[in-house]
């Protein structure tokens, strides 16, 4: 259930579109070569050291939550996250690649330590373990409907599912918290930094009392992706629990 919240996160809405446009976060130039694209790693550089972002919009976060699902219909990126607190042990820091295209299809996955995917057809969420041999199916509506999941790349409404409220800013960003309205079993609540109609950081908070802080970078917006980036075939031998 840990590896399905940390994994699962990312997803939303589709809102009228505004005027103001997205762009794409700047940090430090070696990271972010333009040139890179998916190939750009955070390898050697440790989740303490991911350069903060700086956000130049005037606009609060909710604003740019709306600019961000009206202007951006699909993406490509990278991400760090790391988990802490709680009564587990502090875990090492994941990276590894996302892309998604609206609505509701996404590929998230982790690279290191170790592999694992979760990726979205659009209608199924295919979670995939290579170390267990295990991939686990279930419907979208049941996946992400009222998850962390329907906050970034989602289809819905995202006021439907939690109540939305404004942090002070910090770090260089605009923050907001999104609480499900509904009681979660493995979310209290998550808080989302953005930068210049992008979401930067995310800050989630579980039901066993850890923390998960998630940074995005090397945002490549309304890209091209290959359909093949939300199809997923079980391997051979591998073991399919349908929830």
Not at 54 to 79: H, I, M, P, W, Y
Not at 128 to 144: G, H, I, N, W
Not at 191 to 201: H, S, V, Y
């Amino acid at each position: 259930m840990k590896k399905t919240l940390l994994a699962v996160c990312l997803s939303m809405v589709a809102i009228a579109p505004v005027p103001t446009l997205a762009q794409d976060i700047k940090v430090n130039p070696d990271m972010m070569n333009p040139d890179a694209g998916l190939s750009t790693t955070l390898e050697g550089v440790t989740f303490e050291q991911i350069p903060q972002v700086n956000n130049t919009q005037q606009t609060d976060a909710r604003q740019q939550l709306k600019d961000f699902v009206a202007q951006v219909k699909s993406a490509s990126g990278e991400f760090a996250q790391k988990t802490s607190g709680g009564k587990g042990k502090s875990r090492a820091a994941q990276t590894g690649t996302f892309s998604f295209e609206r609505p509701g299809k996404f590929n998230w996955s982790v690279v290191k330590p170790y592999a694992q995917s979760v990726i979205s057809d659009g209608e199924t969420v295919y979670q995939y373990d290579p170390d267990l041999r295990q991939v686990t199916e279930r419907p979208v509506s049941k996946a992400v409907g009222a998850s962390p999941a329907a906050i970034l790349f989602g289809s819905g409404t995202l006021d439907d599912s939690f109540k939305l409220s404004a942090l002070p800013d910090k770090q260089g960003m605009v923050w907001m918290r999104a609480t499900p309205k509904v009681a979660d079993a493995g979310l209290a609540h998550v808080d989302i930094g953005f930068a210049n109609n992008l979401p930067a950081e995310l800050i989630i908070l579980d039901s066993f009392g850890q923390t998960t802080s998630i940074k995005l970078r090397n945002f490549k917006s309304n890209v091209n992706i290959p359909a093949s980036a939300y199809q997923f075939k079980a391997p051979e031998g591998v073991d399919t629990v349908k929830m």
